[in-house]
């Protein structure tokens, strides 16, 4: 018995219609999606000029261009910690780094870094919620090696990251060396330069190779005691009454924000004119205190350029601080002069002073009026008389780590004298040495 398959099968009506609605629905819904597919090809196909290989090249263009930036980004560290390994290693054989400018300084002067150092001023004076405070300031003191156990306040009352970088210390985090004979550093850091000025024109070393001028770093203004060279052999009377005369200057003439270098020839600096150069880490102790007991009589602000002040910018950017913003205090202490400036840098544009509070650095400038615009200048009343700093006091601030720059005036043995009463100002530091606020720099007899 043989049975045929019908020709037709009858389905319900009612699951028929369903069926077939369900699939004209389909179709249409994978049409549409199609059609926007077509779509989207075509528009990147005419902004790619028409050619079709070009949208499927662009697919790849952003992942292409991320990893041969990170590509670039790796090979710049990894060529800056070959060359910091080699300078180790020269040092560690008594052979100082030479300057050498390369193209990155040039690089560095095309890069707004005032409205950069404005923009990150902008994000650390941002308030943190309090239960973040903690967890933010324990990851830049681990970033940056800051000790957590001088910190006066608990961490959650420190509203932003800029409260935390000006923070103040524990009572005794940084006793000052009570000696009356003695200056004392000023601040926490590293000690890079240090010496006494001599020869022509007062030249403090940048790094081996190349040396700027103290007078060009102060501004011409200056109180800085300089003689002519032919009164070089001239003692005891003639050192008094140069001192003297350089506290009569005008020192509140108008100098120019990048001031002409003294004649080397015509002038050097008097005897017992020192210099010290201290660099300040991200991670250090920020506020600047005073060296010794002495009157601050003015106050010079240059505003300038930010460039990063770090080891490597030292050795390529010719005249670093003197291109750079700074904070010039000048006055007179009992060995005659002294000279504390506060030089800017990239993301510090910001520098307080606590004897001005109104004085405000970093502001909005034409970039061509950089230099041409005069210092912004004040006389502390009285006038003769100033602001009196006892030894330790606290001056400024910086908002991350800079550099200070310290010129004064200290004793010299006399050689007219008897060798037992001879009165010699020196270091007790090394370069290169770590040194704290409070912490002696030199002493004298």
């Not at 990170?70 to 054989?93: F, N, P, T």
């Not at 030249?203 to 190779?209: H, P």
């Not at 750079?324 to 000048?330: A, G, I, M, P, Y």
């Amino acid at each position: 018995m043989k049975f045929r398959a019908p020709k037709t099968i009858f389905i319900l009506p009612s699951t028929s219609c369903h069926l077939n609605s369900s699939l004209r629905n389909h179709n249409r819904s994978f049409a549409s999606v199609f059609r926007r597919f077509q779509t989207s090809l075509q528009a990147r196909a005419s902004v790619g000029g028409g050619n079709g290989s070009s949208s499927q090249g662009d697919s790849y263009l952003v992942p292409g261009a991320t990893v041969a930036t990170l590509l670039m980004l790796g090979a710049l560290h990894a060529r800056r910690l070959y060359d910091d390994k080699k300078v180790e290693e020269a040092r560690e054989r008594g052979i100082e780094p030479e300057f050498k400018s390369d193209i990155k300084a040039t690089f560095l002067r095309l890069i707004p870094l005032r409205l950069v150092s404005r923009c990150w001023g902008h994000i650390t004076n941002v308030e943190l919620p309090i239960w973040l405070r903690p967890y933010v300031h324990r990851a830049w003191a681990r970033a940056f090696h800051s000790n957590l156990e001088e910190v006066a306040l608990p961490l959650d009352e420190y509203a932003s990251l800029r409260e935390f970088f000006v923070r103040s210390l524990k009572d005794g985090c940084r006793p000052i060396d009570p000696d009356l004979q003695c200056l004392v550093s000023p601040v926490d850091g590293t000690v890079l330069r240090f010496g006494e000025l001599k020869g022509a024109g007062a030249m403090i070393e940048q790094v081996k190779g190349f040396s700027y001028s103290v007078a060009a770093l102060l501004g011409t203004g200056s109180l800085l005691p300089m003689m002519a060279a032919g009164d070089g052999n001239e003692e005891g009377s003639g050192q008094e009454n140069s001192s003297a005369d350089s506290g009569k200057r005008s020192w509140w003439k108008i100098s120019l924000a990048y001031p002409k270098v003294l004649d080397p020839v015509s002038t050097c600096p008097v005897k017992g004119l020192f210099y010290c150069v201290i660099y300040l880490k991200p991670g250090d102790y920020h506020r600047i205190h005073s060296p010794v007991d002495w009157q601050v009589l003015v106050r010079r602000h240059f505003s300038g350029h930010l460039f990063p002040v770090n080891e490597r910018a030292v050795r390529t950017i010719r005249n670093l601080y003197v291109e750079n913003e700074r904070v010039v205090l000048e006055g007179l202490w009992q060995e005659g002069f002294m000279a504390i400036a506060a030089i800017g840098a990239t993301n510090i544009g910001s520098i307080e002073v606590f004897i001005e509070p109104e004085l405000r650095t970093n502001k909005p400038k034409r970039r061509k009026s950089l230099h041409s615009d005069p210092p912004e200048e004040r006389v502390y009343e009285p006038e003769g008389v100033g602001i009196m700093l006892k030894k330790g006091d606290e001056m400024a601030a910086f908002n991350m780590g800079s550099t200070v720059v310290l010129i004064f005036q200290a004793p010299v043995s006399n050689l007219h004298e008897n060798v037992a009463s001879r009165s010699e100002f020196k270091f007790s530091i090394k370069r290169g040495d770590r040194v704290r606020a409070g912490e002696a720099l030199g002493r004298w007899k």
